[in-house]
């Protein structure tokens, strides 16, 4: 055995070698939508996450688990439904509960693998001192408790308050030095860390330093403020030496509100069309995700729970998740996975499911999106007829094509029956009593079949 045979075979075991548990970061922005970075078609300067994106991977089917806020962090933090862990809608400051107590959060699994957590920005999974994020898993806590539009608007600093009203032009700064400082304070032991920013949310503010620089008017600088902070927490890491052993994760909670673009999605904000779940997410862990891909298999926000487990060696939580670990997506190894569908509610109510390309919309509700509820109260009511899309053809879902494929149809009804099953009892009664009511005939189609080509 020649000596270059002998190195080679000595070192393969260690090329071989699992490699450490890593770092975790993942930033999250709240209320940006699918079109909204330069990557994802946007004119909004954001070179930092465009940078990420090349050096990283960048998914083009990643949805979260709700249009709005609340239960879409919830799922994000538990990788499981936000119906199943007690938060099926936005959260407010007067609500005495939260997140279930008896959650098991990905700040947990990580702090009980000796990570250091922290939590920098919007929480909105309870105020009061047990929902809190130092009782969830987070050794320290900086941010506002729920959306900069609610009231009170406290700035906290673990369980106290700071600031009684928060003083939003300065918030994206103040959150990118605390994130400095603790990634440097953290750089000699493994640690979490978890920045959902309050912007691009409205009310919209932006430091001095980028109000008016934007050609997209405030909402731009809004974001190229969160742009500018992702690379300061990019510079941290790489001056403190650790790129090569930090996953880096970006997404957002929802789609836009009444500003930012869905792309060419349909819907935004508290809507279950693609352009109110449908997110971007971007992931870097250099030396270990090939750089440069573009994955369009589907995705989930409840994925980063059992995938992050997986990585870290941490144990998964004793109730049984609803993501799927997605790091052959990450790593290149496969294109798509196979999965059950993703459910989608309005407060306890399904209204439709994805499975792989295709799109169910089984209910809707009865207003719009940005109207007041009826007298009666909003309601999700069944569909005259499901109407199905393919996504792969048609990611507005502007053409139903229910008629065309039954056994689809058919096989998706029967898989959320029987996952249904599984939810609390308040999912199941809202299943049931919708079922009951009785159509409007003259309810709106939400799409036309599609038009057949001329030959």
């Known amino acids: 055995m020649t000596r270059r045979d002998f190195l080679a075979t000595a070192a393969a075991p260690l090329l071989a070698a699992p490699a450490p548990p890593p770092n975790i970061v993942f930033i999250l922005c709240d209320d940006l939508g699918f079109g909204d970075l330069g990557c994802y078609g946007s004119k909004i300067r954001t070179p930092n996450l465009d940078r990420l994106a090349r050096e990283g991977v960048r998914f083009t089917n990643f949805c979260s688990a709700d249009p709005v806020c609340s239960p879409s962090r919830a799922a994000l933090l538990t990788g499981r439904y936000p119906t199943r862990v007690g938060v ?34 919007k929480w909105h999974l309870g105020r009061p001192a047990a929902y809190l994020p130092t009782s969830r898993g987070f050794d320290e806590y900086f941010g506002i408790p729920y959306s900069n539009d609610m009231n009170p608007r406290v700035l906290m600093h673990n369980s106290e308050v700071i600031e009684e009203t928060a003083d939003l032009e300065s918030l994206t700064a103040r959150y990118t030095e605390q994130a400095a400082k603790f990634i ?12 959902p920013h309050t912007f691009p949310h409205i009310p919209l503010a932006a430091s001095v330093r980028f109000r008016g620089k934007s050609a997209e008017g405030l909402y731009g600088d809004v974001v190229e403020e969160i742009d500018w902070s992702v690379g300061e927490v990019l510079r941290t890491i790489r001056q403190q030496g650790l790129d090569g052993n930090t996953l880096i994760m970006f997404s957002s909670d929802n789609g836009p509100w009444y500003q930012g673009s869905p792309g060419k999605l349909r819907g935004r904000k508290n809507t279950t069309y693609e352009g109110g779940v449908r997110e971007p997410f971007i992931a870097r862990w250099t030396g270990r995700i090939p750089p440069g891909r573009v994955v369009d298999g589907l ?11 997986k990585l870290c060696g941490s144990a998964l939580p004793s109730k049984p998740l609803d993501g799927i670990d997605i790091w052959p997506l990450l790593d290149g190894e496969k294109a798509s996975i196979e999965r059950d569908p993703l459910l989608y509610f309005d407060n306890w109510d399904l209204q439709c499911a994805r499975w792989m390309n295709w799109k169910l919309h089984v209910a809707r509700h009865n207003t719009g999106a940005y109207m007041p509820a009826p007298p009666a109260g909003r309601r999700s009511y069944p569909l005259p007829k499901p109407e199905l899309y393919n996504l792969a ?15 689809i149809v058919a096989r998706m009804l029967a898989k959320i029956a029987e996952m249904l099953k599984t939810f609390p009892e308040p999912v199941q009664k809202a299943w049931a009593e919708q079922q009951e009511r009785r159509v409007n005939p003259a309810t709106p189609i939400g799409a036309y079949p599609q038009p057949v080509p001329p030959k």
């Open 88 to 121: 099926p809608r936005v959260l407010m400051p007067p609500d005495q509960g939260g997140l279930n107590i008896d959650e098991t959060t990905l700040a947990d699994m990580l702090k009980a693998r000796d990570y250091k957590t922290m939590c920098i920005g």
């Open 184 to 195: 440097t304070a953290s750089k000699g032991s493994r640690f979490f860390l978890y920045m």
């Open 299 to 309: 995705a989930s926000m409840m994925d980063v729970v059992p995938t992050v487990a």
């Open 393 to 407: 053809t048609d990611a507005d879902e502007s053409y139903d094509v229910a008629p065309e494929n039954p056994q």
